[in-house]
């Protein structure tokens, strides 16, 4: 499975941007699916995931009430709507997906990987 991120980019703190995760394949509607972000000089870390079938989410502590994870399986995408950013925030994002999992937060859960996305939040 291939999958291609986009939507990153230059925004000012408060400001809003959405990712968008396509697969290259059908099976995507079978897998887990999640984000992740590395900030320079920092290790990747858990940003949100989301269960196969979309009922259930999990989101880290630090973006919980401002971003959102959703998925439609009939496009082969998922998204991360993130709002109310911040400079901390700023990081190359990456989609994954997980086929042996319903859902989890877990790195080494995750089977494949995007090519990542940069958003930089200004102050």
């Known amino acids: 499975v291939q999958l291609q991120a986009s939507g990153g980019g230059l925004v000012q703190a408060g400001g809003s941007l959405r990712l968008s995760c396509t697969a290259s394949e059908r099976s995507f509607s079978s897998y887990a699916m999640g984000w992740f972000r590395q900030a320079p000089g920092k290790e990747r870390e858990f940003v949100a995931a989301?269960?196969?079938?979309?009922?259930?989410?999990y989101y880290a502590d630090s973006v919980k009430g401002r971003f959102t994870i959703s998925r439609d399986n009939a496009e082969n995408t998922v998204y991360l709507q993130m709002n109310s950013l911040k400079p901390e925030d700023t990081a190359v994002y990456y989609c994954?997906?997980?086929?042996?999992?319903?859902?989890?937060?877990?790195?080494?859960?995750?089977?494949?990987w995007g090519q990542g996305t940069l958003v930089t939040v200004s102050s």
């Open positions: 994954a997906a997980a086929r042996f999992s319903r859902v989890t937060v877990k790195f080494d859960e995750y089977d494949y």
């Open positions: 989301i269960s196969w079938g979309g009922g259930s989410t």
